[in-house]
């Protein structure tokens, strides 16, 4: 039952913020178009979004990305844009943070498998309009293959981003947190 009313927390929060529910899956909305070279979701964890939203904190996609409903999971996706040659996969579009003062915007991903000891997912971090610069975001995983997907990985977050959370919004230390499983899949 604790379980079902966080679910439903989680539904009716993306719903308040008028956040993309769709029928279909989130990279359904995202198909490559023009210059995408094809997509990234992450099937998110909800008891970790769940805890961010307990926090007062709200999540929106920042176009061309998005975020909604696919069944019972709740996905996030972004297109996949550039060159996918010298190890870094580039992205569009992203995620937002915002309390009711605050938003801290986190957009073009790279994920970034140069290090293959220790690969990573970096972001574009700016607050409130202002650029702070590109931070690790989260750290990547071994996750479990997926249907269509080149690659998989699961997501913890990073200490900088931990730090980030911390300093801007004065959430608890969050590092390692798990936020989900990425599924990667160029075209």
Known sequence: MKNRMKK???ILSVAAVGLVGTFGTAS???A???LARGATTVT??????GDVIGLGLTPAPVTPGVLGMSGD????SFPIVGNLKGGVIKHTGGLSLSTEDTVLELTNYFIDLRDAKNPVLT???TVNGDEVGRITLFDLGAAAPQSGCAATASL???AQAAGALTGIFGA???TGADFGDACVAPR
Do not use: E, K, M, Y
């Open 8 to 10: 439903l927390g989680i």
């Open 28 to 30: 359904a909305a995202v």
């Open 32 to 34: 490559p178009q023009g």
């Open 44 to 49: 998110l964890n909800q008891d970790t979004i």
């Open 73 to 76: 999971d709740l996905q996030a």
């Open 123 to 125: 972001a574009l971090a």
């Open 156 to 158: 913890s977050l990073d």
């Open 172 to 174: 608890p230390n969050l």
